[in-house]
T-cell receptor, first 111, second 114 residues
Framework: DAKTTQPPSMDCAEGRAANLPCNHSTISGNEYVYWYRQIHSQGPQYIIHGLKNNETNEMASLIITEDRKSSTLILPHATLRDTAVYYCIVRVAGAGNKLTFGGGTRVLVKP | DSGVTQTPKHLITATGQRVTLRCSPR?????VYWYQQSLDQGLQFLIQ???????AKGNILERFSAQQFPDLHSELNLSSLELGDSALYFC?????????????FGEGSRLTVL
């Protein structure tokens, strides 16, 4: 699986959009970008994933650059409950493929 | 609620002892994954089973072993425990066939070795 680079931490204001960057310059053509988050020692939670098109769901939006070497996770209106460690992971999609977690970005949403 | 159940939630034991952690995957999921999260190591992949067979192996110590039973639940056995084995142990499961390949994680078992 390709490696990813994320800033170790970032703060954002409650109610504002949080933009979380991720670099994955060695991504292969069949690898997807996945985002998970872990809220204070709970089990990691799936957020969103994409291949090359931008994706949106009820939790977040994922913007992937045209060359696929980087992406941004957008939390449109951050709340205090979004305080968590966010992991950007690149892997081949489909059942039966493990996730390899890096250090992630520790996001602190402030009132 | 992810649908993945882990027991026990908390476990305190002494060095040299042996413990067993149990995981019940989501209904119908054939793949089970085990992860270890200690303070200084982050989330480390240990091992994966698929329908009873070992599928992938990560940084799992020889003192640790796992298996997946015919009813698809899995157990992680940790023996000759050391202080450094104190960690959160997560189990995850995933489905089969086409789909997101999303892993669903349990709430973890917190092991403290004294």
């Amino acid at each position: 699986d390709a490696k990813t680079t994320q800033p170790p931490s970032m703060d954002c204001a409650e109610g504002r959009a949080a933009n979380l960057p991720c670099n994955h310059s060695t991504i292969s053509g069949n690898e997807y970008v996945y985002w998970y988050r872990q809220i204070h020692s709970q089990g990691p939670q799936y957020i969103i994933h994409g291949l090359k098109n931008n994706e949106t769901n009820e939790m977040a939006s994922l913007i992937i650059t045209e060359d696929r070497k980087s992406s941004t996770l957008i939390l449109p209106h951050a709340t205090l409950r979004d305080t968590a460690v966010y992991y950007c992971i690149v892997r081949v999609a489909g059942a039966g493929n493990k996730l390899t977690f890096g250090g992630g970005t520790r996001v602190l949403v402030k009132p | 609620d992810s649908g993945v159940t882990q027991t026990p939630k908390h476990l305190i034991t002494a060095t040299g002892q042996r413990v067993t952690l149990r995981c019940s995957p989501r209904s119908g999921d054939l793949s089970v994954y085990w992860y270890q999260q200690s303070l200084d190591q982050g989330l480390q992949f240990l091992i994966q089973y698929y329908n009873g067979e070992e599928r992938a192996k990560g940084n799992i110590l020889e003192r640790f072993s796992a298996q997946q039973f015919p009813d698809l639940h899995s157990e992680l056995n940790l023996s000759s425990l050391e202080l450094g084995d104190s960690a959160l142990y997560f189990c995850a499961s995933s489905g089969t066939g086409a789909g997101t390949g999303e892993l669903f994680f349990g709430e973890g078992s917190r092991l403290t070795v004294l």
